[in-house]
């Protein structure tokens, strides 16, 4: 009991009774809990081996409906991965893991050799109390270390297995755009002259010849462009660019260097372009170099001249790797 000067006596409680649960008094609903608990780690160990089975057997390659078979698959298996490991370990902690209170009364900075070697058993203790023992529960252990272990995967090998791969987000090297290929407008795929792009005008541009390809979807997301003009005494050419571009007008890829969103969202007067998801900024008259947001490198550019028709041309592919940035860019 502590009184202060003016103040109502104060009696402290102490904590209230422990209440026992099934699973501490009842053996049978101990082990059902762990089968249930176990139940929920196989569920997770499943799921990400159905992720990876679902990367190795249908590949991104395919028609477009095998893409999204394949997305779906891998998300309901990483998700199942995920929400097994914790469903699982939080219906352990919760059903037979030790839930008694315990106070520890304030002490000096160092406890007494008595109360270290206390502090200690009591651990010990709390560890056999709650079934996490090495010879107890030996079932529920495996398989939340399995589902631990395993979970990781069906992240890694995707990321791994695209490493050398040509389809990857973040590593685009190579394009089907080629000297002497128009540039067309997209969807429509009809050619575009140099004398139909007036100064502030934009065109999303897709390469001739898209639709004839095995996977147009495929190749439009890493060979589209957007096409712009502005007033040639507006553009600062990179150095070693010159011939790039073709009075005034540039071609740059459309998709964002950071994690691969379109790029679409022009604003004349500033000649900036704008990223809808992250909200990188990119300098149309500088190179297309980031001038705000998380990007760190500028929009690739495709370059192009004017072929005697007078339809504007790619003279070649990109010189460096489209898309996220990445550890290596071509030189």
């Excluded at 809990?33 to 176990?38: G, Y």
């Excluded at 037979?96 to 315990?102: C, G, T």
């Excluded at 270390?145 to 050398?164: E, R």
Aim: a negative charge.
């Amino acid at each position: 009991m502590s009184e202060l000067k003016g103040e109502t006596p104060f009696t402290n409680p102490g904590l209230p009774p422990h209440r026992p649960r099934r699973a501490d008094e009842d053996p049978k609903a101990a082990r059902r809990a762990e089968f249930q608990a176990v139940g929920l780690l196989v569920v997770s160990i499943l799921g990400t081996v159905g992720a990876v089975l679902a990367y190795l057997f249908l590949p991104l390659s395919g028609s477009n409906g095998d893409i999204r078979r394949m997305t779906a698959l891998m998300g309901a298996g990483i998700f199942l991965g995920m929400i097994g490991i914790g469903m699982g370990a939080i219906h352990w902690a919760k059903t037979l893991m030790r839930d008694h209170e315990m106070v520890e009364e304030r002490h000096p900075i160092r406890s007494s050799d008595d109360t270290r070697e206390e502090a200690v058993q009591m651990l010990k203790d709390g560890v056999e109390d709650s079934g996490v023992g090495v010879g107890r529960r030996g079932l529920l252990k495996g398989t939340m270390l399995t589902a631990l272990a395993i979970a990781p995967l069906s992240v890694a090998i995707p990321m791994i297995g695209n490493l050398g791969g040509d389809w990857n987000v973040g590593q685009i090297k190579h394009t089907m755009w080629r000297k002497g290929m128009r540039l067309t407008r997209d969807p429509e795929g009809t050619p575009i002259k140099a004398a139909d792009v007036t100064i502030g005008s934009v065109f999303h541009v897709i390469p001739e010849g898209l639709a004839e390809t095995p996977d147009p979807l495929e190749e439009k997301a890493k060979a589209v462009v957007l096409l712009i003009r502005l007033d040639p005494r507006d553009l600062n050419v990179v150095p070693g660019r010159e011939d790039w571009s073709f009075d005034g007008i540039v071609a740059y890829s459309k998709i964002c260097t950071h994690v691969g969103c379109p790029v679409a969202l022009y604003e004349q007067q500033t000649h900036h372009l704008l990223c809808p998801c992250h909200q990188s900024t990119f300098d149309v008259a500088n190179g297309c170099k980031v001038i705000f947001g998380p990007a760190k490198r500028p929009l690739p550019q495709l370059p192009i001249t004017v072929d005697s028709e007078g339809y504007i041309v790619a003279q070649r592919d990109f010189d460096e790797p489209v898309g996220p940035s990445f550890w290596e860019r071509l030189k």
